[in-house]
C-alpha cells in the first residue's frame, strides 16, 4: 500500500531534549516536504526536498533541521524544542521533483512541548 | 506573496444538498490548485489537482473549477451526505511554492 509513514504519532517533551520525527514514503518519490499546521494559521512548509542530498528551506524553518540521505527517508529534527513549536506536524510527498504535483500526506504528528 | 483565502470558514448543511466552496488566491502566476480533505486528527487527502491549464477536474460527486484571471476556484458537492463532513482545504502552487488556505469546516447532517 502506498503511504507515508509518520513516527511517533504523539510525543509529550520537555524544553530542550532533542527530538526527531521520523518520515518514509514508499512509492519512489523525490519530493518531501515537513508542514506544520496551527489553528488559524493553516499549513506552513517548514523544510522540503527536491531529491537526495538536496533540501530547502520553506515558510518556517527556525528551530528544525532536516536531512534526505536516502530517497525514502527525510527526518525532521528539534536540536532544542521550545514550547512555540507545540504543533501538529506533516510530511508529504509527490512524485515530482520540479512542480509538486499530487501531495500525499502522512497522519500527523501531534507534538507538545512543555 | 500568494495569499490564499477559503469563505465560508465553516459550513453546516442537511444531507443532500448541493454545495459549493469558494477559495481565492492573489496571485495569479500558478501551477496548478489542489483541493484536499482533511478528517479529525487525520492528514490531508488530495481530492482533485487543477493544471493552469485547464478549466475544471471531476471526481464522483466532486467538482473543481478554476478562473486563473480572476484568482478563484470552487469545489462543488453534490448531493452532500454526512461522510462528507470534514475540512476542506486548497492550495496554491507558485513561485512561492505550495501555499495553502485555512480551510473550510463542513458538516453535513442527517
Known amino acids: 500500500e502506498a503511504q507515508v509513514t509518520q513516527n511517533p504519532r504523539y510525543l509529550i517533551t520537555v524544553t530542550g531534549k532533542k527530538l526527531t520525527v521520523t518520515c518514509s514514503q514508499n512509492?519512489?518519490?523525490?519530493?518531501m516536504s515537513w508542514y506544520r499546521q496551527d489553528p488559524g494559521l493553516g499549513l506552513r512548509q517548514i523544510y522540503y526536498?527536491?531529491?537526495?542530498?538536496?533540501?530547502d528551506k520553506g515558510d518556517v524553518p527556525e528551530g528544525y533541521k532536516v536531512s534526505r540521505k536516502e530517497k525514502r527517508n527525510f527526518p525532521l529534527i528539534l536540536e532544542s524544542p521550545s514550547p512555540n513549536q507545540t504543533s501538529l506536524y506533516f510530511c508529504?510527498?509527490?512524485?515530482?521533483?520540479?512542480?509538486?504535483?499530487?501531495?500525499?500526506f502522512g497522519e500527523g504528528s501531534r507534538l507538545t512541548v512543555l | 506573496k500568494q495569499e490564499v483565502t477559503q469563505i465560508p470558514a465553516a459550513l453546516s448543511v442537511p444531507e443532500g444538498e448541493n454545495l459549493v466552496l469558494n477559495c481565492s488566491f492573489t496571485?495569479?502566476?500558478?501551477?496548478?490548485l489542489q483541493w484536499f480533505r482533511q478528517d479529525p486528527g487525520k492528514g490531508l487527502t488530495s481530492l482533485l489537482l487543477?493544471?493552469?491549464?485547464?478549466r475544471e477536474q471531476t471526481s464522483g460527486r466532486l467538482n473543481a473549477s478554476l478562473d486563473k484571471s480572476s484568482g478563484r476556484s470552487t469545489l462543488y458537492i453534490a448531493a452532500s451526505q454526512p461522510g462528507d463532513s470534514a475540512t476542506y482545504l486548497c492550495?496554491?502552487?507558485?513561485?512561492?511554492?505550495?501555499?495553502f488556505g485555512t480551510g473550510t469546516r463542513l458538516q453535513v447532517f442527517p
Open positions: 508529504a510527498s509527490s512524485f515530482s521533483g520540479t512542480v509538486t504535483g499530487e501531495l500525499f
Open positions: 512509492m519512489n518519490h523525490e519530493y
Open positions: 526536498s527536491m531529491n537526495v542530498e538536496v533540501t
Open positions: 496571485d495569479s502566476a500558478i501551477y496548478n
Open positions: 487543477i493544471q493552469s491549464s485547464q
Open positions: 492550495a496554491v502552487e507558485g513561485t512561492d511554492k505550495l501555499i
